[in-house]
């Protein structure tokens, strides 16, 4: 599993480079997101299939701990080849990128 800092992936959203997946549950983030697409820890094998993987997968949740274990799941079980990990989380991505999102 690779980490990625958030200002990395903004750079790759901007150049269409990367997909991040946003895995917290419905309820996080509907109070906050960064307009990623959403598909909850617990449904990701399920809806694996609406990736692009001709893009880098990034994984987001709050602070990264949620998305490590998943990207172990993933790359354990080999349903992906590589997968990064948005360092920090949107907590991260809340401090360098924007600090208008709030949590609460």
């Given at each position: ?16 480079q990367i ?22 820890m617990?449904?990701?094998t399920?809806r694996?299939?609406?990736l ?7 994984l987001?949740?709050?602070?990264g701990?949620?998305?490590e274990?998943l ?6 079980e ?6 990064f ?11 360098t ?7 609460d």
């Amino acid at each position: 599993m690779l980490l990625i800092s958030p200002k990395e992936c903004q750079i790759g959203i901007k150049n269409n480079q990367i997909e991040i997946i946003d895995i917290r549950e419905l309820y996080e983030f509907e109070i906050a997101n960064i307009s990623s697409k959403h598909i909850p820890m617990a449904d990701f094998t399920a809806r694996i299939s609406e990736l692009d993987l001709t893009k880098k997968t990034v994984l987001m949740c709050r602070s990264g701990k949620r998305a490590e274990a998943l990207a172990n799941l993933i790359t354990t079980e080999g349903l992906i080849n590589e997968v990064f990990i948005m360092n920090g989380g949107i907590l991260a991505w809340i401090e360098t990128i924007d600090s208008s999102i709030k949590l609460d």
